[in-house]
C-alpha cells in the first residue's frame, strides 16, 4: 500500500487563486532581496489553475501595478479598458438609464478581465520564480501540533463510493509549513474550521454572501465592444433581493453576462440561475444575445459582509487572505485587487517571520496591522456599512450608500457601525410553488439548469464517497420539506441537489458530479447542515476563461 | 528496457467545441486541453513494465505547440523520466506519415525497445501514428493492445479482436504497441513527483526541421454533421414525451 | 484494375465489411468510371476469391502463401504491399476491421501512400471520389484532401454503405503470388479466445434497450432494466458502463463490442462517440434519449428526446406495461 507522502516546506500558500499567487510572487521577490532562501509552494484542487476560477471581472490594476512596477498596462493580461459605461434600472420591458453614473460605481480606469486568465498567467509567473504549484491537490485538513498550524493534510486520492480503497488509492499528504496561508477564495473549507476552532468571527457581523451566476456567449464577429461595461439594478430581482446583473465586452466577441444574488434573501423559492433566463428575457438583452451561442457557465458565491465580517487573520502558524477573508468591495464590485493586496501584505509578514523563527500568532498578527495601515482598510473602510443598508430593500441600500458617501461610510449617515446577521437566518418559513411558472426553457437561448450545468464542463471521479455531507438528511424530507419547501433544490445553480420520489415520500438525491464549487448550499442551508468538503483532487469544473 | 511513451495533447473531454470561423480548425480559445486518454494508459504500462524490469528509462515523445507542455509536465510527473517536445505550431498539420516520420527521425538513435503509444488520439483519431512509426524503424506492431508480458528478447502482448475475442502473440523487440485504454489503471502524480518534474529534462526541436518529407493528406476543414435522416425531437413534458414514445413504438416501430 | 479491395476473412466467408466496401467500390467506381478488382488472402484464400466470383467486379486476385495462413501484421502488410506496387490501382478499399488498423498503416508506410481511414462518406469533384471523415469523437466531420494523385488507401467505416446493394456478376479469378522472406516475419500468434462465457448473442436480438454512461450510477440501471423487460428487449451498453463493472462485457455494443441491427435500438444516456455507433448504426430504428441536446448520437437518430432518462424511463415502463396488459 503506498504510503503517505510527507512535504517538508517553509510557506504553503492553499488555493491559487490571485490572493495567492501574487501573495507568492511577492514573498519570492522579497526572500531574494533579503538573501533568504525558502520553500513556497501553492496548493490548488483543480486540475489546473484557473480551473476553479470564476469572476465578472472588472479589475483596477492598483494591486497589479504594485505588484509589477516595471510593466505596463499593456503587459496585464486583461480583455480591455473600460471604454464606456452605463447604469440602469430594467423592469421587465423597458431599461432606464440613470442620470449620471455615481462614482464609487464607475469603472473609469479599470479593466475587463477574465479571472481564469489572469490567475493563469500569475501562475506561470509563479512557476518562473520557483515556486511548486500542485494543481489536482485539496486541502482537506489542518495540522496541528496543539494549537499551533504546522500544515495541511491533503485529500486521499482513490476511495470507492462504499468508501474502500481503489486499486490507484494514494493517501493524502501531509505537507508541513511554518506559515500556512489560507487563499481559497469564497467560503474556503480549511478557512471554516480554522475560524470555528479558533473563534475568529468574535465580536465580528456574519459573513454575507451573495451568489454570481454567469453565461459567456459567443457573438457574431465584430458585434461586441471589448471593454463595454453595463450594470443593472431591477428586474428580475425586484427590490427585495440584493444584487444585480453585469454585462461585459470581452475579446473574441465575447459578451460575458451575469447576476448577482445576495444571498440573504427571504423567499426560499429564489433560484439564481432561474433568475439568470429571466434577466435573459428582457428586450434589450435579448436583442443583444440572441444572434449568439452560450458557450460556458460557472457559479460563484462571493463574500458581501464588508470590513465588519472579516475574521481575525492570523493564528499561530497561518494567516487568511483574500475572499477567503472576506477582502471584497460589494460597492464597487470588485475583490481581485484586494485579495491580491492581501496575498502581498502576507507574504510580508512571512517574510518576517522567516528571517525572525517566530510563527505565533503575535508574530504573525503583523498582518493585520499591515492590512489596517493599507489602502485596504481605506477602501474598505468607507464601504463597511454598504451591503447591510440592502436590509431596507433596494431603495433603503442605495439611500444609505449615498449617505455613507458623504459621511465616509457611515450607516444611515451617522452610524459607525451595522450590525447584520447571517444570510442564511433571514430566509422565511414561506413556500412559493410557483415563482417560475412562467418561465420556458428553449435549449437555445433559454436553458433549463441541467444544459448549463453541461456547458459549466464540470466533472467528478464518479465512483467516490459524494463531497457534499449532510449531517441528517431526515431534516430533508419532513421539516425542510414543509417550512421552506427543500431550498437547496433552488440555490444550488447546479442541480446538485434533488428531491426524488421514493416510494411514498421523496429522498434527497446528491448529484455531486454536477457541482461547481460554488459554495451555496454550504452558506444558504436554512439548517446548516450542509458540509462542502473537497471532492478528489482535480475533479470540478475546467472553466477555462470564466 | 527502454521506452519511448508517445503522447499527444487533445481537447478536453467534457469540452463542446465549435468550428472556427474561418472553417479550418476548431475555436481552440475557450477550450481546456488534456493528454489523450489512451495515451495516458500507454504511459502507465510504461512505468508498470520499466518497475517490472527494474532499469531502464521511459522518455516521453510530444508533437504540438507550446501548450502541449502541461501534458508533458503531467507525463514527468508520473515518473517518466524525460521529454522531447516537437514543437509545431499549426494545429492541424496532421498527416500521420508526416508526423510519424519526424517522430522516427527524432528517436532513431535512442535505441528504444519498446515504442507505446495510444491507440488514437481523441481529435482526428487517426490511430496511424505510432504503427508507421514502427514499420519506418523496422519495429514489429501490434494495435488494440490489452495486456503485456515481457520476456528475453521479445514481447507477449494481448490483442483484442472484435465481439469479445481476444489474441496472445509474441513478437521480437524492438516493438511498437498501440495500447487500448482501460488495460491498467493510470496513477495519481505524487507532490514529489510533480516537485522532480519541473527538473527533469525536455528537449526542444522544431517539427519543420526534422520533418523530412512531405504530406500525404491533409483535411479540408471541419465541418458540423450533416444529419443525413430526419430526426423527430420530441419535446414537452415528460408526460407527453412518454405519450408520444408509446405511440411511436406501438404504432409506427410496432415492438408489439 | 482503378479499385483494388482487400477482403477479410471471417471463418472462410468474406466480412460483413469487406462486402460493403465492395458495394462502395461499385458505388464509387460506377459514379467515377473505376473497375474494380478484389484480392482475396490468407488461409481461405480460394474460398474468399470463389465468393467473390458472384459479384459484378473485373476480376479477382487469389493471394496464397504459407506464411499468410495465420494473420500477422508483418506478413500481411508485405503481401498487401507488394501486390499493390505491382497492380498499381488507384485506390485500395478496405473496411475498417480491427485488423485493417493493425496492419494497413504499415502498407502505407511501405508505399509512402496515404491510409484515409475510417471514411463515413464521399463526394465526387472533377470526376474524381473525395472522402470525408470524423473528428473530436464524432462531432465533427472533414473532408479530406489528397496532396497528389494515387494510389491512396481507403477503409470504410461500417455501414458506410450496404452489402444489400451489391450487383451480381461473374468474375474470372487469377492467382497472384509475393515473396516474403521467412526472417520478416517476427510475430508468432496463439489461438485466439473468447473472455466472457455466454451471454446473449446482442446482434440476433429485434429489440435492445442500451444504456450509457448518462445513466450516472449502477443503482439506475434497473430502471433500464425494467424498461427492457417490459418491452421483451435485450439490454447492452456503452463501452463506459462495461468498464465502470455496472454490466459484464457482454453486453457491449461498439467496435469493441456486439455489433447490432435490431429493430429498435433505445439509447439511454448514450452520446454517440465513433466507438460506439459503428456497432449500430445499422439499426431500422434509433430512438435516443439524452440530455445533452449536442449529443451526437441525435445525429443518426429516427427519433430524439433531450430530457432525463431517470425521470422518463419510470414513466415509458409504466405505460409499456400497461398498453402490454
Known amino acids: 500500500m503506498a504510503e503517505r507522502e510527507v512535504l517538508d516546506l517553509d510557506v504553503l500558500f492553499v488555493g491559487a487563486g490571485p490572493a495567492s499567487l501574487a501573495g507568492a510572487i511577492h514573498l519570492k521577490r522579497l526572500l531574494r532581496e533579503s538573501g533568504q532562501e525558502a520553500n513556497v509552494a501553492v496548493l490548488e484542487k483543480a486540475s489546473e489553475v484557473g480551473a476553479h476560477s470564476l469572476s465578472g471581472a472588472i479589475v483596477d490594476p492598483r494591486a497589479l501595478r504594485e505588484l509589477f512596477p516595471n510593466y ?91 468508501g474502500e480503497k481503489k486499486t490507484q488509492f494514494e493517501p493524502g499528504a501531509d505537507i508541513h509549513a511554518k506559515v500556512v496561508i489560507l487563499g481559497e477564495g469564497t467560503r474556503g473549507s480549511l478557512t471554516k474550521k480554522l475560524i470555528n476552532r479558533h473563534e475568529l468571527m468574535q465580536e465580528r457581523n456574519p459573513q454575507v454572501w451573495a451568489v454570481g451566476v454567469k453565461e459567456l456567449w459567443r457573438m457574431p464577429v465584430g458585434t461586441v465592444p471589448p471593454g463595454c461595461v453595463t450594470h443593472t439594478m431591477g428586474f428580475p430581482l425586484g427590490h427585495d433581493i440584493f444584487g444585480g446583473a453585469f454585462l461585459y465586452g470581452m475579446q473574441n466577441d465575447i459578451w460575458d453576462l451575469g447576476l448577482v444574488v445576495g444571498l440573504d434573501y427571504k423567499n426560499p423559492a429564489v433560484d439564481s440561475h432561474h433568475e439568470l433566463q429571466r434577466l435573459k428575457n428582457h428586450p434589450w438583452i435579448r436583442s443583444l444575445l440572441s444572434a449568439g451561442q452560450m458557450i460556458a457557465y460557472g457559479a460563484k458565491s462571493l463574500p458581501e459582509g464588508g470590513w465588519y465580517s472579516i ?108 450590525f447584520s446577521e447571517a444570510g442564511h437566518k433571514k430566509m422565511k418559513k414561506i413556500v412559493e410553488k410557483n415563482r417560475y411558472k412562467d418561465l420556458q426553457f428553449d435549449g437555445t437561448y433559454l436553458f433549463d439548469k441541467v444544459t448549463d450545468v453541461y456547458y459549466s464542463a464540470t466533472a467528478h471521479e464518479e465512483n467516490q464517497v459524494p463531497h457534499l455531507h449532510i449531517n441528517d438528511q431526515n431534516v430533508c424530507t419532513t421539516k425542510c420539506a414543509e417550512e421552506y419547501g427543500n431550498p437547496c433544490v433552488k440555490f444550488c445553480p447546479a442541480d446538485v441537489y434533488e428531491m426524488v420520489p421514493d416510494g411514498d415520500g421523496q429522498r434527497l438525491q446528491i448529484n455531486f458530479s454536477n457541482c461547481v464549487h460554488c459554495k451555496t448550499c454550504d452558506i444558504m442551508d436554512p439548517y446548516q447542515i450542509i458540509d462542502w468538503v473537497p471532492p478528489e483532487g482535480g475533479d470540478g469544473p475546467v472553466w477555462v476563461n470564466l | 528496457m527502454n521506452i519511448c511513451v508517445l503522447v499527444k495533447q487533445v481537447p ?54 507550446d501548450r502541449c507542455q502541461k501534458a508533458i509536465r503531467e507525463a514527468l510527473a508520473k515518473g517518466a523520466d524525460r521529454a522531447i517536445h516537437i514543437k509545431e505550431d499549426a494545429p492541424y498539420n496532421t498527416d500521420p506519415y508526416a508526423i510519424a516520420s519526424a517522430l522516427a527521425n527524432t528517436i532513431k538513435d535512442e535505441g528504444f525497445n519498446l515504442v507505446l503509444s495510444g491507440l488514437q488520439s481523441d481529435d482526428l483519431g487517426f490511430g496511424q501514428t505510432g504503427v508507421i512509426l514502427g514499420e519506418l524503424l523496422g519495429m514489429t506492431t501490434a494495435t488494440l493492445v490489452v495486456g503485456t508480458e515481457v520476456l528475453d528478447g521479445k514481447i507477449r502482448v494481448k490483442r483484442e479482436l472484435e465481439a469479445g475475442w481476444f489474441q496472445w502473440q509474441t513478437m521480437d523487440l524492438p516493438a511498437s504497441l498501440a495500447i487500448q485504454s482501460g488495460l491498467n489503471t493510470p496513477r495519481y502524480p505524487t507532490l514529489k513527483g510533480i516537485m522532480t518534474a519541473k527538473k527533469k529534462e525536455i528537449k526542444e526541436l522544431s517539427f519543420a526541421d526534422i520533418c523530412a518529407v512531405d504530406e500525404l493528406q491533409s483535411f479540408n476543414g471541419l465541418s458540423v454533421q450533416h444529419a443525413e435522416k430526419q430526426t423527430e425531437m420530441i419535446a414537452g413534458t415528460v408526460d407527453q414525451i412518454v405519450a408520444r414514445l408509446v405511440d411511436i413504438l406501438k404504432n409506427e416501430i410496432r415492438i408489439n | 484494375m482503378d479499385i483494388l479491395v482487400v477482403l477479410e476473412d471471417k471463418s472462410g466467408n468474406i466480412h460483413r465489411m469487406s462486402q460493403e466496401a465492395i458495394a462502395g467500390a461499385q458505388q464509387i467506381g460506377g459514379e467515377c468510371g473505376l473497375s474494380i478488382g478484389v484480392l482475396a488472402l490468407g488461409e481461405n484464400a480460394p474460398a474468399l476469391a470463389e465468393q467473390a466470383s458472384q459479384y459484378a467486379v473485373e476480376e479477382i486476385l487469389s493471394l496464397e502463401n504459407k506464411y499468410l495462413f495465420n494473420y500477422t501484421a508483418d506478413g500481411f502488410a508485405a503481401a498487401v504491399a507488394q501486390v499493390v506496387s505491382s497492380e498499381n490501382p488507384k485506390y485500395v478499399f478496405f473496411g475498417h476491421t480491427y485488423q485493417i488498423r493493425d496492419y494497413v498503416p504499415r502498407v502505407s508506410a511501405k508505399l509512402k501512400r496515404p491510409f484515409l481511414n475510417d471514411i463515413v462518406s464521399y463526394s465526387v469533384q472533377g470526376g474524381k471520389p473525395v472522402f470525408s471523415k470524423q473528428a473530436f469523437n464524432a462531432k465533427l466531420v472533414t473532408a479530406l484532401q489528397l496532396i497528389d494523385d ?7 467505416q461500417s455501414a458506410a454503405f450496404s452489402s444489400d446493394t451489391i450487383q451480381s456478376g461473374l468474375a474470372s479469378v487469377r492467382s497472384v503470388t509475393v515473396n516474403i522472406d521467412a526472417g520478416s516475419i517476427k510475430t508468432v500468434p496463439e489461438d485466439p479466445f473468447q473472455e466472457t462465457a455466454g451471454g446473449v448473442d446482442l446482434s440476433s436480438a429485434d429489440l435492445i434497450v442500451s444504456i450509457g454512461r448518462g445513466i450516472s450510477k449502477e443503482e439506475n440501471i434497473s430502471i433500464a432494466q425494467e424498461l427492457a423487460k417490459a418491452m421483451g428487449a435485450e439490454i447492452a451498453s456503452s463501452r463506459p458502463v462495461v468498464d465502470s463493472g455496472w454490466l459484464p462485457p457482454h453486453h457491449q455494443v461498439g467496435s469493441s463490442g456486439q455489433t447490432v441491427a435490431p429493430k429498435l435500438y433505445l439509447a439511454l444516456g448514450i452520446s454517440g462517440a465513433i466507438q460506439h455507433v459503428v456497432g449500430m448504426k445499422g439499426s431500422k430504428n434509433i430512438v435516443v434519449i439524452n440530455k445533452d441536446p449536442d449529443a451526437p448520437l441525435f445525429e443518426i437518430a429516427d427519433y430524439g428526446v433531450v430530457g432525463d432518462l431517470l425521470e422518463i424511463v419510470p414513466k415509458l415502463t409504466e405505460a409499456i406495461q400497461a398498453f402490454k396488459n
Open chain 2, 12 to 65: 478536453g473531454s467534457e469540452a463542446h467545441f465549435s468550428v472556427s470561423a474561418d472553417g479550418l480548425w476548431i475555436q481552440e480559445t475557450e477550450l481546456p486541453f488534456e493528454m489523450n486518454e489512451s495515451d495516458n494508459y500507454a504511459l502507465e504500462e510504461a512505468l508498470q513494465i520499466r518497475e517490472q524490469k527494474g532499469t531502464g528509462e521511459v522518455v516521453i515523445v510530444s508533437l504540438g505547440p
Open chain 1, 72 to 162: 505596463n498596462d499593456a503587459d496585464f493580461p486583461f480583455e480591455a479598458e473600460v471604454t464606456e459605461e452605463h447604469l440602469y434600472y430594467l423592469t421587465a420591458t423597458k431599461k432606464i438609464p440613470f442620470p449620471f453614473v455615481p462614482p464609487p460605481m464607475s469603472h473609469h480606469n479599470c479593466f475587463v478581465t477574465s479571472l481564469g486568465k489572469l490567475t493563469r498567467w500569475l501562475g506561470g509567473i509563479c512557476e518562473e520564480d520557483g515556486v511548486d504549484i500542485f494543481c489536482g491537490f485539496a486541502g482537506t485538513e489542518l495540522l496541528y501540533d496543539g494549537d499551533q498550524v504546522i500544515g495541511v493534510r491533503t485529500g486521499d486520492r482513490g476511495i470507492d463510493k462504499n
Open chain 3, 150 to 156: 494515387s494510389p491512396c488507401i481507403v477503409s470504410f
Open chain 1, 311 to 418: 475574521p481575525r487573520l492570523a493564528v499561530d502558524g497561518a494567516l487568511l487572505i483574500g475572499d477567503s477573508a472576506g477582502f471584497m468591495n460589494g460597492q464597487r464590485l470588485k475583490g481581485i485587487h484586494l485579495a491580491m493586496k492581501s496575498g502581498m501584505l502576507a507574504a510580508e509578514t512571512t517574510a518576517e517571520a522567516l528571517s525572525t523563527g517566530n510563527f505565533t500568532a503575535t508574530q504573525l498578527a503583523d498582518y493585520e496591522s499591515r492590512v489596517e495601515s493599507s489602502w485596504i482598510r481605506d477602501e474598505l473602510w468607507k464601504v463597511r456599512n454598504f451591503h447591510q443598508g440592502f436590509d431596507r430593500g433596494l431603495l433603503g441600500g442605495l439611500a444609505n450608500a449615498g449617505m455613507g458617501l458623504l459621511t465616509g461610510g457611515r450607516g444611515w449617515g451617522f452610524k459607525n457601525r451595522l
